[in-house]
């Protein structure tokens, strides 16, 4: 007879094979599969963005026109209310349209209310949005949406600055207009800083963070697993950085254009704590494609301190003084930033009695 000891060693290998079953799907998750995102909007997406591709204007300074109207296309991303659309609105109050151009991507799944009587968000919101979800590769496709539509709408676009719904601005549009296409000063890393005889600069950079020392950049990259994004993005040109940057047109193109950096971050994660598609494919594309062509920093203040899953710091009513505006605005890259989140709706009134007096008093 065989022993006791054998008979428990032999059922424990019979039952081998049932633990590997059962547990391994855990321990040893699946390679990821397709993108998440249904098939009619990756083919949407397809059309909009060939159409973007094959425009022939690249830049509006090659019109030949002798004073060319340089524009910013504001690009705002929203799942719920524009709530600070009234302050936006004072930003833009009594400045000519051949300035600047204003798009919306809302959720489509979100009952949105859209501002009327007269603001500039009235006619702003781009009728092929999609729905989009936070730390997913929606909001890339949302984003890569905004820009294609509003290089395709206007040659003058030269700048796309990319806000939230909970952005504010921190200066007047005057400033932030002359601080892109004119300062010689604004940006301290500018290598070309001297505008041309017009007063326009030639070389345009994209104000967007390429970080490479983020403490779980590596748990980021292997979001999807290990070997995941190789061989197109090697760990070494892997980058994270805020989703709210101004980008030039030139990359704006570039971003349009890119197919194969977006087949690898559309994949699901197996680890969501550590996926931000967002904040990774637009650093990763530019690193890869020109780094030179980035001030490595962005323009939107945001305060980390105290982030809850992921989430930065807001503000409250109670916060908004003239002091935080003023802190807000001190950068160590440029002359200050433009732009600041995170605040709650109920801000809306603090922020608009110190408008005129201390946010667009530069």
């Known amino acids: 007879m065989f022993s006791n000891q054998f008979v428990l060693f032999f ?61 910013i296309a504001f690009l705002f991303l929203t799942n719920s209310d524009l709530h600070f659309a009234p302050i936006w609105d004072r930003f833009f109050s009594g400045h000519s349209k051949s300035l600047y151009n204003v798009y919306v991507h809302a959720d489509p799944f979100v009952n949105v209310t859209r501002p009327g009587n007269g603001s500039v968000f009235e006619n702003a919101f781009i009728a092929n949005a999609k729905r989009t979800a936070r730390a997913s590769p929606t909001l890339i496709s949302a984003t890569r949406r905004l820009l294609a539509t509003a290089f395709l709408d206007d040659p003058a676009n030269t700048y796309f600055a990319v806000l939230s719904q909970y952005c504010i601005p921190l200066h007047s549009f005057n400033y932030v207009y002359s601080s892109l296409f004119e300062s010689s000063t604004f940006d301290k890393s500018d290598p070309d800083p001297t505008p041309n005889p017009r007063g326009i600069r030639i070389l345009y950079r994209s104000f967007m963070e390429l970080i490479s020392d983020e403490p779980r950049l590596w748990k980021r990259y292997t979001a999807r697993g290990r070997y995941a994004m190789m061989p197109e993005v090697p760990f070494e040109k892997f980058r994270v950085g805020s989703q709210f940057f101004v980008m030039t047109r030139r990359h704006a193109l570039l971003t349009i254009k890119d197919r194969i950096l977006w087949r690898k971050f559309k994949l699901p994660c197996y680890r969501p704590d550590e996926c931000y598609p967002e904040e990774h494919y637009f650093p990763t594309l530019l690193n890869m494609k020109d780094p030179d062509g980035c001030t490595g920093y962005t323009l939107t203040r945001v305060n980390w301190t105290g982030t809850v899953k992921g989430h930065p710091y807001t503000y409250k009513p109670k916060e908004v003084v003239p002091e935080l505006i003023q802190r807000l605005r001190q950068s160590n890259h440029s002359s200050s930033y433009f732009f600041a989140r995170k605040f709650t709706p109920a801000c809306l ?6 408008a005129d007096s201390v946010i667009f008093r530069d």
Do not use: M, Q, Y
């Open 11 to 71: 059922s424990l290998l019979l039952c081998l094979p049932f633990v590997f079953f059962f547990v391994a799907p855990h321990v040893f998750p699946s390679p990821p599969g397709e993108s998440l995102i249904p098939i009619s909007d990756e083919i949407d997406d397809r059309s909009l963005f060939i159409a973007a591709a094959g425009s022939t204007s690249l830049s509006h300074l090659s019109s030949g026109n002798p004073n060319p109207k340089l524009k």
């Open 349 to 354: 009134k603090p922020l608009l009695a110190i």
